[in-house]
């Protein structure tokens, strides 16, 4: 068994992230060749203090669910999430509220107004096309 523990710069004790060790992070991913299946588009001014993260669970080959948290701060903007071909509703996975998704130049857009450490969980169902088998 391989274990690799490394300390790459300082210990931060701040709730908010250093920008250089996010950027550091970011490099190590596209060098890997690991590039992210979401991104947030129209972030509001002032909110580059929030970190977001999205992990996502594939349910079956129709079922995905987002699920969105917001730290440090709130994040409001759009996120943008690479779908399979295919057509696609979303809804509010904890309270089955209809959710907006749309598609605009080949991404899906969901609005997003999170307040500091909010969550969503959105599911995203396949209606046509492959769904998620080879997501």
Do not use: C
């Not at 129209?42 to 992990?55: F, I, K, N």
């Not at 907006?100 to 969980?121: I, Y």
């Amino acid at each position: 068994m391989t274990r690799l523990l490394t300390s790459l710069g300082p210990t931060s004790l701040s709730r908010n992230p250093s920008p250089d060790a996010l950027a550091l992070w970011a490099s190590l991913l596209r060098r890997a060749s690991l590039e992210p299946r979401w991104r947030l588009a129209d972030r509001t001014p002032g909110q580059e203090a929030s970190l977001l993260d999205v992990s996502f669970r594939v349910r079956g080959q129709r079922e995905l669910f987002a699920f969105v948290t917001s730290f440090f701060g709130p994040t409001e903007g759009t996120l943008e999430i690479d779908l399979p071909q295919g057509q696609y509703v979303a809804t509010d996975a904890l309270s089955h509220e209809p959710a907006v998704l749309q598609q605009a130049d080949g991404k899906w857009r969901v609005p997003l107004a999170l307040v500091s450490e909010g969550t969503r969980v959105l599911r995203i169902e396949a209606t046509d096309g492959d769904g998620f088998g080879a997501w």
